[in-house]
């Protein structure tokens, strides 16, 4: 119990102790963050990829005299727009 009670003392950051698990509460790890970054990054990649599906989708549509489907095309290529500039680009 000493010891555990030494830990927490001499810890760089504040913890709060739940039951027998110590959270940190105050520091994120620089891993933790790039892991999280990525993950944001893959999610909105993947919204890119499923808008462009619907926009083409909705071009040929749009092509064949649909003139809703010209409106969602546009409001999809908005869309996309928006997004593009938070992920990243890499070039191959």
């Known amino acids: 119990m000493a010891g555990a009670a030494v830990d927490l ?6 913890v709060v102790k739940t039951g027998s698990t110590v959270v940190d509460k105050m520091t994120t790890s ?7 970054r990525g993950r944001e990054i893959r999610r909105r ?6 808008l462009e599906r619907d926009y083409r989708k909705q071009s040929g ?6 003139e809703d489907a010209c409106r969602k095309a546009d409001r999809i290529h908005a869309e996309m727009r928006a997004l593009m500039p938070s992920v990243p680009y890499e070039a191959r």
């Open 61 to 66: 549509k749009c092509q064949s005299g649909d």
């Open 30 to 36: 620089q891993a933790e963050k790039d892991q999280k």
């Open 45 to 50: 990649e993947e919204q890119i990829g499923e």
């Open 9 to 14: 003392a001499s810890a760089p950051v504040r």
